[in-house]
């Protein structure tokens, strides 16, 4: 995976070297530390979060006496890995499911994040799972977004629907809302407006879509190339919107991975699908175990 691959080889770098060695001493452990940290800052972990996870793993590291230990460098690889799990959330979260349907997902974020494309592609893995998802198209202001749901739509077989844009979003939620109970869709994903940065007037908006449908889950779509800035979009929307989740999308990109390992210590809120492609099909489950798995090889 191009995603994390400079964390990915320093890590491994360090790691090698303590396999070498038959002893570990605590220099050693603290040499290889250092390393990890830098290797952290260097792929845009948030510093507070770096801090931590350093403090923990070297507290194992000593709780475990790994200078005793005949294979040292594989106890702490694998402290390691069960931190970077933890850091991602530790288990995969689902998606809420509501006990009556329709299961209401607001999918919000930035422009340019991957919202759309991301609303087809979740819209694609739900009818995997024998769903029958409605895609409401809610953004009206970015030009051709409604004709890229309706494509998108079309190339899977998932109903859209489109008041057009000379209908407010709010009016355009709550009638969609109405056709998928009409039409018995078990989802209804809304695809929102996003902005080029977060403003109060698009928080409103969001806000009152809210209000009107209740949703189940409010997933935030953030690019995770743009790294500690996806993480500081993250918390504002949290802070105002109260997400459920986040989808990273652009993993497939060359991100080097701040965004993964900050995102959920720093705002919460976990990570439950991440997009690796532009193609429909490339959303998948966020497995954290997976993931550190990936990174450290
Ligand atoms: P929106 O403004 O948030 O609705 O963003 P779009 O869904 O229009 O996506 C913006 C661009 O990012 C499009 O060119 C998408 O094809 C692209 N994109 C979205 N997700 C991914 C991804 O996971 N990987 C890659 N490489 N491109 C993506």
């Given at each position: 995976m191009a995603a994390f691959e400079s964390l990915s080889n320093r890590l491994q770098n360090v790691f090698s070297k303590l396999k070498g060695k038959g002893k570990v001493s605590e220099a050693d452990v603290n040499d290889a530390m250092r390393e990890v940290r830098l290797a952290l800052l260097e792929a845009d972990v948030n510093f507070k979060v770096v801090k931590d996870f350093i403090a923990k793993v070297k507290e194992k590291a000593i709780g475990l006496d790994?200078?005793?230990?005949?294979?040292p460098g594989m106890v702490i690889i694998d402290i390691v890995n069960k931190e970077l799990t933890e850091l991602m959330g530790g288990t995969q979260v689902k998606l809420v499911k509501a006990n009556k349907p329709p299961t209401v997902i607001m999918m919000v974020g930035l422009q340019g994040a991957g919202k759309t494309t991301t609303s087809g592609k979740l819209a694609k893995l739900l009818q995997k799972g024998n769903h029958k998802p409605l895609l409401v198209a809610c953004d009206i202001y970015r030009p051709a977004a409604i004709k890229q749901l309706q494509v998108l739509g079309e190339q899977i077989g998932a109903p859209v629907f489109s008041l057009g844009d000379k209908t407010s979003p709010v009016d355009i939620a709550k009638a969609g809302l109405q056709h998928a109970k009409d039409n018995g869709n078990d989802y209804v994903i809304f695809d929102t407006a996003g902005r080029l940065h977060i403003d109060e007037e698009l928080m409103d908006e969001l806000k009152r879509i809210h209000e009107h449908v209740t949703p189940d889950e409010v997933l935030l779509v953030v690019d995770a190339m743009t790294g500690q800035d996806a993480v500081n979009v993250a918390q504002s929307f949290h802070e105002q919107l109260e997400l459920s989740g986040v989808v990273l999308t652009k993993l497939d990109g060359d991100t080097r991975g701040g965004a993964a390992l900050s995102v959920k210590a720093v705002t919460g809120c976990p990570i439950k699908f991440a997009a690796m492609g532009e193609k429909i099909d490339s959303l998948e489950p966020f497995h954290p175990e997976r993931m550190a798995s990936r990174i450290l090889g």
């Open positions: 790994v200078s005793k230990s005949f294979t």
